[in-house]
């Protein structure tokens, strides 16, 4: 009998431990972006480093190329795309486990004043109940990710959906810490 508790008593001290060990534990903050030429991308990667969370790339099937991405040519991929909101352009890559994330912050450029056809597609593709969602971008001269956030609320309509911050190109890793700080 005293061998049957000792046993046990290893077994749940093992997992307890094991369970305590940080490496093991599951990160709960999540930072998702799609970036078409890469700002994006360097400010997803300072944000996820500055708060120490998980890092996906939401990647299109298809990638944009520069034609793609001409806005001067209102039939070019992005163009046509934006013109109308219903688009849900392929995404490529899958998030493994989103039940395990409390807060995603999801960064995209800003195009047409809002947030990229493809962000539509990732805030539909998974469900967002009960989470927060945390827009930021980076942009030419459009100011807020307001737009965006009203768009994505409407999509993850469960979710507390903050208005969130564009960037400028050159933000440095101290003013995206400080920003995550406040944004909590
Ligand atoms: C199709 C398209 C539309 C854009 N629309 C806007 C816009 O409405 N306002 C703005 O300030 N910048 C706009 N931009 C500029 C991008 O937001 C900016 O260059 C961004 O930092 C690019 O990020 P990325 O390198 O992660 O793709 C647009 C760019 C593209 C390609």
Redesign the pocket.
């Known amino acids: 009998m005293k061998k049957l508790i000792l046993i046990i008593a290893i077994v749940v001290l093992g997992a307890l431990g094991f369970y305590l060990i940080p490496s093991h534990k599951e990160n709960k903050t999540l930072v998702a972006y799609f970036?078409?030429?890469?700002?994006?991308?360097r400010v997803a990667k300072d944000l996820a480093g500055a708060v120490g969370a998980d890092l996906f790339e939401i990647q299109p099937v298809n990638k944009y190329t520069a034609e793609d991405?001409n806005?001067k040519n209102d039939k070019s991929r992005?163009s046509v795309e934006m013109a109308d909101k219903s688009t849900r352009p392929e995404i490529a890559t899958k998030i493994k486990n989103i039940a395990q994330y409390d807060t995603v912050y999801v960064g995209f450029?800003?195009?047409?004043?809002r947030e990229p056809s493809i962000i539509d597609s990732f805030i539909a593709s998974y469900d967002f109940s009960g989470k927060t969602i945390v827009p930021f971008a980076?942009?030419?001269?459009?100011p807020t990710t307001d737009e965006a956030a009203a768009d994505i609320r409407l999509l993850a309509p469960n979710a507390n959906v903050l208005n969130g911050k564009r960037f400028p190109?050159d933000v440095s890793v101290e003013e995206l810490k400080n920003w995550a700080n406040e944004a909590k």
């Open positions: 970036s078409a030429t890469g700002t994006t991308e991405l806005w992005s450029p800003i195009w047409w004043g980076t942009s030419g001269s459009t190109t």
